[in-house]
């Protein structure tokens, strides 16, 4: 299974479109076929820049509903469905196999994706769907073991340690606590300490450095 993080965006799509002309991040929270529902920052801090927003969704030929169901002063929660001539970015990456995992960024005309393939050839897929149908395809991160959380690659003990120098300011500079002080709350030797450190770094570095090279997608 690859995860990989993908930047897209394409002429005359309107919520590439909008969120170049307007000052905004939509965050998509839930896709049912053309309906969406999510919410949309004004990033200006300005509920005119909402308003504007919601006016042109529903003067676009791409738009057959647009409902606010909340308020704020810098912030609509929306539903909006669409009406489109060619599949969706969303719809392309199901089509070829592959899926995204929500919720969906919109900012400054790109719409940026996490997206589980469930093999190399299927993201091989994905990526031709894309950059056929859409103008800017642009990998942001691909990585062969798409986990969530540091508990999912490092030990119990690891994670006990890291998150304790980090709770107590070892990652500050300056530095505000020794691993002498981290080893006697845990009740280890400073070796110990350090050694729990430094293979918890390490295995964060090989996760998130050089596995995300990935040996320019030739999926080794």
Same mark, same amino acid.
């Given at each position: 299974?690859?995860?990989?993080? =993908?930047? !897209?965006?394409?002429?005359?799509? %309107?919520?590439?479109? *909008? @969120?170049?002309?307007?000052?905004?991040?939509? $965050?998509? +929270?839930?896709?049912?076929?053309?309906?969406?529902?999510?919410?949309?920052?004004?990033?200006?801090?300005?509920?005119?820049?909402?308003?504007?927003?919601?006016?042109?969704?529903?003067?676009?030929?791409?738009?057959?509903?647009?409902?606010?169901?909340?308020?704020?002063?810098?912030?609509?929660?929306?539903?909006?469905?669409?009406?489109?001539?060619?599949?969706?970015?969303?719809?392309?990456?199901?089509?070829?196999?592959?899926?995204?995992?929500?919720? =969906?960024? !919109?900012?400054?005309?790109?719409? %940026?994706?996490?997206? *589980? @393939?469930?093999?190399?050839?299927?993201?091989? $897929?994905? +990526?031709?769907?894309?950059?056929?149908?859409?103008?800017d395809v642009n990998i942001r991160a691909l990585s062969s073991k798409p986990i969530e959380t540091l508990q999912d690659f490092l030990t119990d003990k690891q994670y006990e340690t890291l998150m304790l120098a980090h709770r107590k300011g070892y990652y500050e500079i300056p530095r505000k606590c020794s691993l002498e002080e981290i080893g006697e709350e845990l009740g280890v030797k400073r070796v110990a300490c350090q050694e729990r450190?430094?293979?918890?770094?390490?295995? !964060?570095?090989?996760?998130?450095?050089?596995?995300?090279?990935? @040996?320019?997608?030739?999926?080794?």
């Amino acid at each position: 299974m690859l995860r990989s993080k =993908i930047a !897209i965006s394409t002429k005359h799509y %309107y919520s590439c479109e *909008l @969120s170049k002309k307007l000052p905004i991040r939509t $965050t998509v +929270l839930a896709v049912n076929g053309p309906e969406g529902l999510g919410f949309t920052e004004a990033l200006d801090k300005k509920q005119e820049t909402l308003d504007e927003y919601v006016k042109l969704l529903k003067n676009s030929d791409q738009i057959i509903d647009v409902t606010v169901t909340h308020k704020t002063a810098t912030m609509y929660w929306n539903k909006v469905k669409h009406k489109l001539d060619y599949p969706s970015i969303h719809d392309s990456i199901l089509e070829s196999g592959s899926m995204t995992i929500l919720p =969906i960024i !919109i900012e400054n005309g790109i719409q %940026y994706h996490n997206i *589980l @393939s469930p093999s190399a050839e299927s993201f091989r $897929t994905l +990526l031709l769907y894309l950059q056929e149908r859409f103008t800017d395809v642009n990998i942001r991160a691909l990585s062969s073991k798409p986990i969530e959380t540091l508990q999912d690659f490092l030990t119990d003990k690891q994670y006990e340690t890291l998150m304790l120098a980090h709770r107590k300011g070892y990652y500050e500079i300056p530095r505000k606590c020794s691993l002498e002080e981290i080893g006697e709350e845990l009740g280890v030797k400073r070796v110990a300490c350090q050694e729990r450190i430094r293979r918890a770094e390490q295995r !964060i570095i090989d996760y998130y450095v050089k596995d995300s090279l990935f @040996s320019d997608y030739g999926f080794q």
